[in-house]
């Protein structure tokens, strides 16, 4: 870091889950090293996200923009208060789908694993092209779904039918009786729209990595549940790539499309949407590279450094846009990475706020402060590395 220069410290951190949002642990950073470079450095937020929890929250920190709030259904259909954001343009929609379908809001009653739907995602796209948006960006993290998005594209106006002709039931258990998809009444600014569908995971669609396998289990399906809900992605999947003339595979096999029990799926296959890595999709909204370019001294971080986060994660995403010469510190609730792998990876040091032996419950209640004071002895180091 140049003594003659004023440096710019940047803190670009995900959400430490549970206990702290993205944007409050950047601004916590910033206070820790402003405690040791004060008026001496310049100081720049920019809270991130990797395409689930918290992904709303981040563009809505760097757009300066507050989010709009309408009615929508939640996962089994009740009405609930959902957010979503419009850039300062008015272009682009920010959706988090997990706002109408997510875990949390369902988690007072018994899950319906089988029966729980995203129509509520839908209701919010609606809102968004009444409000006059040419792009839609979804992230689908923290769904309580297994559907393939086909609730989003009914509250579109697509019409799942059996071989009756009848509408199929809604969720997860009409999948396997769908006989035909009338795509005819969808509304064509859904069509006309730019759709990009932001994942945080990268297994496929169907089979033993599949959707239902992997995350049915959290969303509360049983032992038996489970190859009911392979076996209904697998058959939606093949009506549309028969429809699309595509093979099955393109669609069962194809690293994402798990994500959120399959809401990929309907949106490439009947919207023509991208599938894209959380992370380089929030990077791209923000200008993250153009915001990183003069950096000095960058933080970013977590609830927890594992393997994981040096693999597509925000911390990843980070690594690889900071400056080669500016150090990477990452400050985590707990490190599990060795120095070595950290040195691999891109990340020059990473801490742990936690302050010796704790329970979570503990350092929860702390997380910022811990965050704070954590930056502030790393930022100590540096500076202390750069005028020796």
Partial sequence: MPASTRPLIIAAPDSFKGSCSAAAA???????????????????????????????DAL????????????????????RRARYGISVDGATAMIEAAEANGLPWVSDVPLRPLDADTFGVGELVLDALDQGVSEILLSVGGSATNEGGTGILRALGVRFLDAAGREVAP?????????????????PRALTAEWRIAVDVSFPLCGPEGAAAVFGPQKGATPADVPII????????????????????????????????????????????????????????????ELMAGADLV???????????????????????????????????????????????????????????????DLVAVTEDRIAETAAHAAALVRASVSG
Wanted: aromatic content about 4%.
């Fill in 26 to 56: 950047a601004h916590a950073m910033l206070a820790g090293a402003r405690a040791v470079y004060g008026d001496a450095a310049d100081y720049l937020a920019i809270p991130l996200a990797d395409g689930g929890e918290g992904t709303l």
């Fill in 60 to 79: 809505l920190a760097v757009w300066g923009v507050q989010a709009r709030e309408v009615t929508a259904r939640d996962a089994i259909g009740r009405q």
């Fill in 171 to 187: 969720g997860a258990r009409g999948l396997g009786d769908i006989a035909t998809i009338d795509d005819s009444g969808l509304d």
């Fill in 230 to 289: 392979d076996a209904g992605l697998e058959r939606l999947a093949m009506l549309l790539a028969a429809r699309n003339g595509v093979p099955a595979s393109d669609y069962t096999e194809r690293a994402g499309f798990g994500a959120a029990g399959g809401i990929p799926l309907t949106a490439v296959a009947l919207l023509g949407a991208e599938v894209v890595a959380g992370a380089d999709l929030v990077s791209e909204a923000v200008g993250l590279p």
């Fill in 299 to 361: 933080f970013s971080g977590e609830g927890r450094l594992d393997s994981q986060s040096v693999n597509g994660k925000v911390v990843d995403l980070v690594a690889r846009t900071r400056p080669a010469a500016a150090p990477l510190v990452v400050i985590a609730g707990a490190v599990e990475l060795a120095a070595v792998e950290c040195r691999a990876a891109g990340v020059t040091a990473a801490f742990s706020i936690a302050p010796g032996p704790t329970c979570l419950s």
